[in-house]
Every structure is written in C-alpha cells, then in structure tokens.
C-alpha cells in the first residue's frame, strides 16, 4: 500500500487537458466552436463582396477588351441612364408583386395550417408546401413551361371553362401579356409566385402558431368581429414571420435570371443583364456594379422594415 502511494500520478492525456481548459474556460470553447463558420463567412462570404465592390470601381478598355485597374465612377454613371435605370425599376416592381402575391396567398394557408389543421391533415399540407422544393428548380421551370404553353394545360382549362377571352385579354395587355403565357411578363409572375411560396408560407406559418390562443379567444370575447381580431391581433403579432418571408421572395426574385430567361419576353431583369456581361466578351466591372443594386434594395428594405418594428418579436 505505502509503495503504491508512493508512485507518481500518471500526467494526464493531452485530450484530458484540453478538455479540462475548455470546460474552466467557456469562453474559449465559445471561441473554438465559432472560429470554423465565422472564418468561412469571413473569407468566403464577405471577402467575395469585397472583391465584387472592388471590381465595380474598375473600367473595361474598349480596344483590349481587358479590365483596367483604376478607380473610377464610370460604371456606376452608366446605372443611371434610362435603360438601366428601366431595368431596376422593373425588377423592383416585379420583386415587390411577387412578394404581394406570396403574402395574400400564404396567409391564409398558413393561418388553416398553425390553428385548424391537425395530425394527418396538418402533415399532408406540410408535405404538399415542401414538396416542390424536394424536386429540380429546372424540373419545375419547364414543367411550368409546358403549362403555360399555347397547348398547355392552362388554355385547356381556360377553354373548358370558357374564359379563353379572359387570358387573350390579359396577353393583350401591354407590358405584361406576349404571345402566350410561356412568353410574357404575367407568366414570369406565375413562375415566381409559385418558386418562391413555401418561403413565404413556412415563416408565417411558424409565426402564427407562436400566437397564443388566448389572446384570439380574449378579443372575441371583448366583442371584437373577427375581421378586427385579423386587424388588430393576428396581423401585428405575424407580422416578423411576414417581413421574414417577404426577405427570401424579395431577395430570390431580385437575384433570379434563370426564370425571366425562359418564360419572358424580350424585357430584362437584373439577374439576365448581370449574366450576359459574364465571360470575355463581357463587361465584368459593369456587372459587379449592377449585381450590387438588388444588395442596396435589400438594405435599404431591412431597413424600412426595422425602423417599423417588424423584427421586434423575433
């Protein structure tokens, strides 16, 4: 017994040290769990936005076809000329009816879903929204292309239900309509809508199952019709599932080329302009100006969308 005490305790294990600093020190476990994805955001996600504001400050010599490193505002100019400026305008304006649309149309989903759906109701209308996301963005794209074709199922049913003067109207329409749906603006719109609507559905969703329900049942029993407790509760207290939801179809259709590439006309959007300055006969600099208008739109909206109160209750 007395030699056994008296030999020396084993130093511990490098991984016992390490384990016992970081369990004294939660500081520095904190550290050690954060430093992976922050240094991966850091140099990845933040530097290529630096080297994109870089790249907008240079000029393209117009005889090399090479990409001077000067500084300068040309670029920046050639965004406000008409064209360009056209072209923001209307990728704003479709990102903005996107995002209406996705609201009215979410809502109401989202609301059956949080307070009425239950068990396998409430599973099959959450794999009825996840659904489209489990297949290609393609896949859905030229499916969509196919429905919206002259021989496609929407003029189908446009004819079964005699309302084929309603859709000839809507392609009359100036700035919106084309030859047919798979080659308009109101087809564009179609295709987003529906890309883009489980982004909007999931978050008001989740925002309006965190609603207590005894503040409904409070205002109905305070006599307030249910059009006033939409108003006054339900609306206010879902709204930073609204704002959340309005960012992702926002930004998506701010950014999108691939969908105003094959179901629109001859218009152009943002994302189709920033894509065809791409490669050597390109202008690179051009297009690292343009892609940061949609950044500036976003910021400016979170902004907006701050100083209301939207994100108060995340």
Known sequence: M??????????PSLRRRISDTLYTRPGLLLLALLAPPLLWFGVI???ALLTLLANAFFSLDDFTGQ????LT??????????????VALRTVVMASAVTLASIVLAFPLAYYMARHARGATKAALYLAVMLPLWSSYLVRLYAWKLLLAK???????????????????????????????????LGTFIVFVYMWLP???????ASIERIPGSLIE???????APG?????????????????????????????????????????????????????????????????????????????????GAFDAL
Do not use: C
């Open 199 to 205: 982004f909007m559905v999931l978050p008001i969703q």
């Open 218 to 224: 409070a205002s109905g029993d305070l006599g307030a």
């Open 45 to 47: 996600y933040v530097g």
């Open 67 to 70: 990409v001077v490193r000067e």
């Open 2 to 11: 007395n030699l056994a005490l008296a030999l020396p305790t084993p130093a």
């Open 151 to 185: 021989e496609g199922a929407v003029s189908w049913l446009a004819a079964q239900l005699h309302l084929t003067w309603v859709l000839e109207a809507l392609l009359g329409l100036p700035g919106i309509g084309g030859q047919s749906l798979s080659f308009s603006t």
């Open 228 to 308: 006033i407790t939409l108003r006054r509760v339900i609306l206010p207290l879902a709204l930073p599932g609204i704002a959340a939801g309005s960012i992702f179809t926002f930004s998506l259709t701010l950014g999108d080329y691939i969908v105003p590439q094959v179901i629109g006309d001859s218009t152009m959007y943002i994302g189709q302009v920033v894509y065809l300055q791409q490669g050597t006969a390109g202008n690179v600099p051009f297009a690292a100006a343009f892609s940061l208008v949609p950044i500036v739109v976003i910021g400016v909206y979170l902004w907006f969308a701050r100083r209301l």
């Open 73 to 86: 505002l040309k670029n920046f100019a050639e965004l406000l000329e008409g064209a360009n400026l056209d």
